[in-house]
């Protein structure tokens, strides 16, 4: 059988966050590797199901990564509202054949020439300047990305200051009340380890 011809099944997944649910899909909805966020209706322009999405009054954000959607709702209602009302809507759009999304959102991608090739296509990452955030982006990659993923959430390197890392969180990772204890206790704490040298801390910036 034609993967095609396998209508997709779509469940939802708890996240650390509250205000987040990963709505999983049986067939990938972007091509591996890829993401895109929405924050709000304006930038769904070249995003047919994020737009379609920011017509229920109750979502707030989007997020949509290899085979799964992450919507962050508005606080007034909790999930056994709305859960099911989404699951069906995202399951009917997507078996009616309609496009997910026609353009992704402008990327900074890492183009570093030591990168896997892997890892340099739409990581999101601010392209290495040096060394050491060269070290820091594959470090992110090979220990923190694929946990945060499973989550439905997205860390990306933005910049090295003076020691100080900054990233950027996505997905249910933005806004999520347990992501400073992830910040501090996984990622400061590895990347202090594994580069004790050049990083004193790891801090987020709110996207």
Known sequence: MDLNDIPYIIYGEETPNPASLKFVANKLLL?????????QPSETKEAPLPAQLFQFPFVKRVFIQSNYVTITKAPELE??????????????YLNAGKAVINKLPEQKVAKDSSFKETI??????????????????????????????QDGGLITFKELKDGVVTVQM??????CPSSNMTLKAGIEGLLKRLLPDDVKEVVSEAL
């Open 31 to 39: 091509v591996s590797g890829a993401s895109a966020e929405y924050i």
């Open 79 to 92: 999930w056994e509202e709305i859960r099911d009302e989404l699951r069906t809507f995202i399951t009917q």
């Open 120 to 149: 340099s296509i739409n990581t999101q990452h601010t392209a290495p300047a040096n060394d050491v955030e060269n070290k820091i982006i594959e470090v992110l990659e090979q220990y923190i990305r694929p946990a945060v993923e």
């Open 170 to 175: 996505r997905g249910s990772c933005s806004g």
